[in-house]
Each structure stands twice: as structure tokens, then as C-alpha cells.
């Protein structure tokens, strides 16, 4: 039994099911093996609901074959490196020329497609002019912040973000932050008026229909929370049949449609790219992304509250 991995933002996450399932039932005929599509969520890899499904799974000897995840997972305190999955330096991987500083040079986590992460707020208790466009918004204290659950991928890659950036204001804010809900709810609940400014996957922010939201683009660009393909050593065989489908122009195609950024080479850049995508020109590799997102969930959370 080959275990398959689909760990991508919820939005997307059935019909990239759905699209793989085919193709999924045709490499079955091949390898003579049984495939299985899993996703964090189901029973053998949700024993506390955690997002967080990597470090279970080792514990209890269920990595998945095949993984196509948050890049945040790799962070899990149970993974010391990256030596359980395989290398493959052979695979033929073209990506756009403008996603070419996250690649792997160790090949392997292979960029599948990005999701930009950025700030909503409510008009009705911010005025934009109050704005300083720039993620020290969510550090100020004039404003009430919320994060989806800590464990979130999203929380976790902009947590360690502003970690790291603002570590003297960090303090402060992890102290005044709510992690609460999904990424969809925290929209909700900013457009009801509970909270001021939230975080969100940038597709969701384009997707609200919800009153009293609006997005707040920053001058340093939205947080990157990639999604990456990898195989365990001993399944290197399935990469290059995964990897070709996951690049094929129709599934790329439909997470570009979704408000994801596709990395494939005849797809064409989203419009947000040129506003949204100035941290990739900052990018400082794999290693630093997943240390600065260890760093953020070993941060101490007994500060005591001032919400």
C-alpha cells in the first residue's frame, strides 16, 4: 500500500483530489500496488486534531510514501533533518524563472505551487489612511489581532515571519495576538467587528463576500507559505510520476484559478505577483524558512494574556 499525502490549503484540497484520482488509478496498473489519497484529517493522522501531522506520523511509523504539503511541516520536532526522504537530482523540474530561488539545491522538496499570505481588516473600525501598508499593522497595539489556530500552517509561517523580522516587537504581539478558528472564520469574525485586522491565505481574501473587509497589501510583500512535493527514500521510483502530474497545465492551471501561485513555466504570472511577491527576492533558503518556523513554535507561550 502506497500511502499519498494531500496536504494543500482547504480551498482546493477536493478537487485536487479529485484530479489526481485518475492518474492515481493508472500508476496503480503500473507499480501493481494499491494507491491511497490521505489528508491530514483523516483518522490515522488527526489522533489530537492537530495541524501538525508530521511528528505523529513518525512517532507512530505512518509517514506517508508520498507527500505533497505546507513547507511549515518540516519544522515538526520530531524531524532533525531532512535525510528520510529521498534526493533526486535527476527529476527534471522547470519552474517560471521568477520562482527559481525556491528550488532545492539539495532536491528534495520540489515547488508544486505558493500560496501569499496578507492581512484583512475592517473598513468600519480602521480607516485605510491609518494604515502603514506593512506588517508592522498586525504589531501595533491601536489594533485587535487574530490568527487562525496557532498550529495552522498559515499561523505558523507568518509567526515565524514577524519572528524574525520584528523579534523586539514579538514579544508584545504574541502577548496581544487571539490564534483562533480557520482562515476562513477569522475573516468572519473581522467583518462582524469582533477584531480589527486578521490573517488569511490571499485566496480567501479574494474570495470574501463578507461586508466591512478589506485587504491590506504590505510594502514588504505577502509571507510565502509554499507547497512542496517530496517522497520517502525508499518510493523514489513514484516521484517523476507524481511530480508530472501535479505539473501538468491543468492541475496548474486550477490553483492559479483558486488564487494560488502556480510555478509552471507556460502559465501565466498572477496579477498580484508583481505587488505581492517581493519576499521571494529576499528568500534565503529551505534550511533558514523551516528554522525560522521551529523558532516560532518553540516560542514560549506562557505569556500571560492582555486581550
Not at 183 to 190: E, T
Not at 257 to 276: F, K, M, T
Request: charged content about 25%; hydrophobic content about 40%; proline content about 5%.
Amino acid at each position: 500500500m502506497i500511502r499519498f499525502m494531500m496536504h494543500v490549503p482547504v480551498n482546493v484540497r477536493a478537487r485536487m483530489i479529485e484530479l489526481c484520482k485518475d492518474s492515481v488509478s493508472l500508476l496503480e496498473e503500473s507499480l501493481k500496488e494499491q494507491i491511497s489519497l490521505v489528508t491530514p484529517h483523516d483518522r490515522m493522522y488527526s489522533v489530537d486534531c492537530s495541524e501538525e501531522w508530521l511528528s505523529q506520523a513518525i512517532e507512530r511509523d505512518l509517514v506517508p510514501d508520498v507527500i505533497v504539503t505546507h513547507a511549515t511541516e518540516f519544522a515538526c520536532k520530531k524531524l532533525d533533518n531532512l535525510d528520510l526522504f529521498c534526493v533526486d537530482e535527476t527529476l527534471q523540474t522547470v519552474v517560471r524563472e521568477e520562482f527559481s530561488q525556491l528550488m532545492d539545491p539539495c532536491h528534495r522538496l520540489f515547488l508544486v505551487c505558493v500560496t501569499p499570505l496578507v492581512m484583512v481588516y475592517n473598513p468600519q473600525r480602521i480607516d485605510e489612511s491609518e494604515l502603514k501598508h506593512s506588517w508592522e499593522d498586525v504589531l501595533s497595539s491601536r489594533y485587535s489581532i487574530l490568527f487562525p489556530d496557532r498550529d495552522k500552517p498559515l499561523s505558523r509561517a507568518a509567526g515565524s515571519y514577524l519572528l524574525k523580522h520584528y523579534p523586539n516587537q514579538f514579544d508584545d504581539f504574541e502577548r496581544r495576538v487571539v490564534y483562533d478558528g480557520s482562515p476562513a472564520s477569522v475573516m468572519k469574525q473581522v467583518s462582524c467587528g469582533e477584531y480589527d485586522i486578521a490573517m488569511t491565505h490571499y485566496p480567501f481574501a479574494l474570495m470574501g463576500n463578507q461586508k466591512n473587509l478589506a485587504i491590506n497589501i504590505p510594502k514588504e510583500g505577502c509571507i510565502l507559505l509554499p507547497q512542496v512535493l517530496t517522497c520517502l527514500k525508499g518510493r523514489k521510483n513514484i516521484l517523476p510520476y507524481v511530480h508530472s502530474l501535479l505539473m501538468q497545465s491543468s492541475v496548474q492551471g486550477y490553483l492559479q484559478e483558486q488564487g494560488l501561485w502556480s510555478v509552471h513555466p507556460d502559465i501565466e504570472l498572477a496579477e498580484n505577483y508583481a505587488e505581492c511577491a517581493k519576499q521571494i527576492g529576499s528568500w534565503q533558503g529551505w534550511q533558514e524558512y523551516i528554522q525560522a518556523v521551529a523558532d516560532f513554535d518553540a516560542y514560549p507561550e506562557s505569556k500571560e494574556s492582555v486581550s
